[in-house]
Every structure is written in structure tokens, then in C-alpha cells.
């Protein structure tokens, strides 16, 4: 079992990492909490396959357990189901001096968390992270949210976790396309930060627990250096930019997440390329590894750049664009609207 500590003054906490660590998640949340009970959210899809074995250690050490549970998918990171998330808690009585427990993917880790910090002003809550991306992305960070039918995660907060158990077993049993979906989160990790990491994927020759600890310590350091989201923690969006117009243009059907910004973060580096701020032979890089992940680096759907520009132009504010250097390293690049509108 590896452990990571995330150093965030005054809410310091440890990330654990390894195979098969979910029946040791009792006594692992011991090391943090006094809680009598705990509430443990999941989806339908998590439930049968993992909450048995939480629920179990859970008892073990002493808290009493109860699980709510919510339909899979995006849709639940919504109000409706987060009412639904409060009477789970009303009903079991959750004190503050109880833990709250996401079990699941990023929707579930989103959900879960916004419900701990706002549930009676906030009740401590742990992450268990079952997605490949909930463990190298949305569980690190304390970035938690619902939607609104408006657009995505407008309702939220910063709240950070007591502790995350990362249980790498549970990536067995993901739908091959769930799992080459956080992958794009993981080379996107190795293009911004660390051309090591990127050359290690390139090479496909690695151990699963490793890329995860080296991808939270990734975000970690990004986090720890801005964990407000005002500046630094913006080259996480690599990729992104271009990936939210294919996601809008695509009514987020055709592509997941993890491809929609596949394709940007190509899109990204080409475009850096043509500016000549990104080294030649980036982006062929960069297609060669999506590649052999399972991942597309291009779109046949018609999609107009220019969209990304449109509340830009009514604000009348800078776009800033996350572009490499070379693999490894980003910059943010601020662009006035009408001068991106040429380029694009
Ligand atoms: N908070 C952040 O910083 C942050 C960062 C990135 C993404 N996110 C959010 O994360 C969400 C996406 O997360 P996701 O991709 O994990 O989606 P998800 O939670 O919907 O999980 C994907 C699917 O896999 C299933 N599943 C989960 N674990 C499984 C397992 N071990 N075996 C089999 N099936 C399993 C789920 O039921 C679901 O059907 C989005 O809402 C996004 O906004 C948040
Ligand atoms: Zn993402």
C-alpha cells in the first residue's frame, strides 16, 4: 500500500493506494474519525459490487453503516437527487460528528462530497474512488459539485476529504471504455507536468499502482499550490478548451468526457504548433499514445472553434488558453478574442 499526504494547512490528509485495500477501509478511516456511524453513497452499479465489502470493515471497526444509493450517471449530479442524498441522512440521523463515505466514480465522488459539505453545515467525509478517473482526478483536489440544468457543476464547493482509499482492484471490473476514459485524464497528467511519466506511457511497460500514485502526486502538487482555482491549478484544463466545444457540439453524447478532450488536447498542441510555441512533433506524440490507449485524436463532427469565444466576446474578457512547450511542460497563454478568432 502506497500513501500520499496532501498538504493543505490545517486539513492535511492521506491518500491510500493499493489492491484490494477496501477491506481495510475500516480501520484505515479509524486513523481519521471518532464517527459512530458512517453513510455510505454509491450508485447502482457500485453497489453490488463493492458496498458489501465496505460495509463490512465499516462494522469491523465500529461504525454502524448505511448505505444510499443512487442511479448511475451524470444525471444524479443533480438537485433532485441530492435532496434525495439529505433524506438518506435525515433517515439514519447523521450527526456532524458522523462521516459521510463516497463510493463510486467522479458523479458519485461529486455528489457525495457536495452533500458532506453542505448536510448540516458539514459532516466529515472519506473518498473511495472505483473509476480510474475518480482516482487520478476528481478524488484529489476537494473540488465537489452538482449541475444545474444550465451547464455543469454550477453548484459547488471546495471542501477536502478526511482521507481517500484507492482500491486499484476495483479497475477490474471497468467497462473498457470507462477505463480508456481516465487514461485521457492520466496522459494529460504526463503533458503538462511530467515528461517521464508520458514517456513511461508511451512505452507501455508500467505497473497500475504506480501510474495512479504518480498521478495523484501530479494533482497534488497543482492543488497544494492553488487550491482555490485562481491561477495555477488552470493548466489541469489542457486539453479541455477545445474538448468542452466537441462535448457541446456532440450534446455529450457521441464522446465521454475522456475522449472529448483526447481530441482537444491534439487539437491544443497542433494549434501551439502552428504558433510556434509548441515544439515541433508534440501533437504526433501526443496522437501516437491516445492511440494506443483506446482513445480518438480526432473528430469527423463539424465543430466551430469560435463557439469556445462566444461568452468571452459578450464579457469582453481574455481567453486563456492552456498550450505545451514541450511534453511535460504547459503555460497558461492569455488571447484577446479577436485576435484568437484570426488564428482559429
Ligand atoms: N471534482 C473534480 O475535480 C472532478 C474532476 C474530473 C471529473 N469530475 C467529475 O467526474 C464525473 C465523471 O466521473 P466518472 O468518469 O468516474 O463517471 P461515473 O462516476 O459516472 O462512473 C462511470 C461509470 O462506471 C461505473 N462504475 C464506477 N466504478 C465502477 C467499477 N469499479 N466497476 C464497474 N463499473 C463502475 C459507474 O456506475 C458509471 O456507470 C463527472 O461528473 C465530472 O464532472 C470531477
Ligand atoms: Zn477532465
Known amino acids: 500500500v502506497r500513501e500520499l499526504r496532501v498538504h493543505i494547512p490545517q486539513r492535511e490528509y492521506s491518500i491510500f493506494i493499493g489492491a484490494g485495500i477496501l477491506k481495510a477501509s475500516g480501520a484505515l478511516l479509524r486513523q481519521c474519525s471518532n464517527a459512530a456511524k458512517a453513510a455510505v453513497i454509491t450508485d447502482e452499479n457500485v453497489l453490488p459490487l463493492y458496498a458489501a465489502v465496505v460495509e463490512d470493515s465499516l462494522r469491523h471497526n465500529g461504525f454502524a453503516p448505511a448505505t444510499v444509493v443512487v442511479p448511475a450517471g451524470e444525471l444524479s449530479k443533480s438537485a433532485d437527487v441530492l435532496l434525495r442524498v439529505y433524506d438518506g441522512l435525515l433517515a439514519m440521523e447523521l450527526t456532524r460528528s458522523d462521516l459521510i463515505v463516497a463510493l463510486g466514480g467522479g458523479v458519485v465522488g461529486d455528489l457525495a462530497g457536495y452533500a458532506a459539505a453542505t448536510y448540516l453545515r458539514g459532516v466529515p467525509f472519506a473518498q473511495m474512488p472505483t473509476t480510474l478517473l475518480a482516482q487520478v482526478d476528481s478524488s484529489v483536489g476537494g473540488k465537489v459539485a452538482v449541475n444545474l440544468p444550465h451547464g455543469k457543476n454550477l453548484i459547488g464547493a471546495f471542501y477536502q476529504p478526511k482521507m481517500v482509499i484507492t482500491d486499484t482492484g476495483t479497475l477490474d471490473t471497468l467497462p473498457p471504455r470507462v477505463f480508456a476514459d481516465g487514461m485521457g485524464e492520466i496522459i494529460k497528467h504526463g503533458a503538462i507536468a511530467d515528461a517521464s511519466l508520458f514517456a513511461v506511457l508511451e512505452s507501455g511497460h508500467w505497473d497500475r499502482e504506480e501510474i495512479i500514485y504518480a498521478n495523484c502526486d501530479i494533482k497534488r502538487r497543482v492543488v497544494e499550490a492553488d487550491e482555490y482555482d485562481t491561477g495555477g491549478r488552470m493548466v489541469l484544463n489542457f486539453g479541455h478548451t477545445f474538448g468542452h466545444v466537441i462535448e457541446t457540439a456532440d450534446g455529450f453524447a457521441r464522446y465521454t468526457h475522456g475522449e472529448a478532450v483526447a481530441i482537444g488536447m491534439v487539437m491544443a498542441a497542433e494549434f501551439g504548433e502552428r504558433l510556434g510555441v509548441t ?66
Open 279 to 344: 515544439a515541433a512533433g508534440t501533437a504526433a506524440r501526443l496522437k501516437h499514445v491516445l492511440t494506443r490507449y483506446q482513445l480518438p485524436i480526432e473528430t469527423d463532427m463539424a465543430c466551430d472553434l469560435r463557439t469556445m469565444l462566444l461568452d468571452k466576446k459578450r464579457s469582453g474578457g481574455k481567453l486563456h488558453l492552456v498550450l505545451l512547450r514541450d511534453i511535460g511542460k504547459a503555460a497558461i497563454h492569455p488571447f484577446a478574442v479577436a485576435e484568437l478568432e484570426k488564428l482559429l
